[in-house]
């Protein structure tokens, strides 16, 4: 099994999951987040929370819908 898990909710967040210490997660300037005693968290995917990049569940009170389903490969493509 990986040491990392990322579920993708339905028509929610991304939910992180892993040993603590072994994810780090960045802004966009390189800065890290404090992620000390969280071995599972959830990232935004809608777009409206406050907290991001973290989850507030706002998506369940805007109505987010999510794709969920991954793309399959175009046959004859590599």
Known sequence: ???VKITVR???PYRVEAPEGT???VD???NPYDLSGKPAFSLCR???SVTKPFCD???SRIG???AESAVKKAEGTS
């Open 28 to 30: 966009a300037d390189g």
């Open 57 to 59: 569940g706002t998506h």
């Open 23 to 25: 994810v780090e997660l």
């Open 64 to 66: 987010f819908q999510g």
């Open 1 to 3: 099994m990986a040491a």
């Open 10 to 12: 339905k028509n929610g």
């Open 46 to 48: 809608c777009g409206g």
